[in-house]
Nanobody, 112 residues
Framework: QVQLVESGGGLVQAGGSLRLSCAAS????????MGWFRQAPGKEREFVAT????????RYADSVKGRFTISRDNTKKTVSLQMNSLKPEDTAVYYC?????WGQGTQVTVSS
């Protein structure tokens, strides 16, 4: 019943920025930790960032810390990922996660 829909992916040059958004529906969004994961070709899906129900506990992968910012709006039932200073190694399909649910993924490609 829970559905997650990402948006905001695209092609950007190294050093640029993108903002990803995930809209949730069909479930009690506010009580779940939300996360962003990514998967590059030939690699396993990896953790990027999570934010708990209140926004008080936020975690980032070391590879994105200081460059990416996760946030959420419980009234709009959205979670966002602001990505700055993008690097070619950030190229991947980015997935929104809530518990056992996943979005369809959105492609982020960083050129150099």
């Amino acid at each position: 019943q829970v559905q997650l829909v990402e948006s905001g992916g695209g092609l950007v040059q190294a050093g640029g920025s993108l903002r990803l958004s995930c809209a949730a529906s069909g479930g009690p969004f506010s009580m779940y930790t939300m996360g962003w994961f990514r998967q590059a070709p030939g690699k396993e899906r990896e953790f990027v960032a999570t934010i708990n129900y209140s926004g008080s506990v936020i975690r980032y992968a070391d590879s994105v810390k200081g460059r990416f910012t996760i946030s959420r709006d419980n009234t709009k039932k959205t979670v966002s990922l602001q990505m700055n200073s993008l690097k070619p190694e950030d190229t991947a399909v980015y997935y929104c996660n809530q518990n056992n649910y996943w979005g369809q993924g959105t492609q982020v490609t960083v050129s150099s």
